[in-house]
């Protein structure tokens, strides 16, 4: 079965920076684009990141747009979004997710605090 899981979070000071990771089994990790979504308190969750199943392309929302990359390792199969320049309007639990054949699959996600 498809399992996505996140790395831990952490309490970050304004301006730091922090890495997180998803490791991802049960599926093709080659063939899919991944993403990364935030839902901050209050707020609906939104598309933080996203790239292509080759990594050759990325795309961002405009709020991080320039402090946010994401990566993937498909040896690893692994995706990575590195957060620098941490704002505390960054706070929120940080999901891994892919679509696959029309379902959306999530992690369980991880807590990030700035």
């Known amino acids: 079965q498809v399992q996505l899981v996140e790395s831990a979070g952490g309490l970050v000071q304004p301006g730091g920076s922090l890495r997180l990771s998803c490791a991802a089994s049960?599926?093709?990790?080659?063939?899919?684009?991944m993403s990364w979504y935030r839902q901050a308190p209050g707020k609906e969750r939104e598309l933080a990141a996203t790239?292509?199943?080759?990594?050759?392309?990325?795309g961002y929302t405009d709020s991080v747009q320039g402090r946010f990359t994401i990566s993937r390792d498909n040896g690893k199969n692994t995706v990575y979004l590195q957060l620098n320049t941490l704002k505390p309007e960054d706070t929120a639990i940080y999901y891994c997710?892919?679509?696959?054949?029309?379902?959306?699959?999530w992690g369980k996600g991880t807590q990030v605090t700035a």
């Open positions: 997710s892919t679509m696959i054949r029309g379902e959306r699959y």
């Open positions: 790239i292509t199943s080759t990594g050759g392309t990325s």
């Open positions: 049960g599926f093709p990790f080659r063939d899919y684009a």
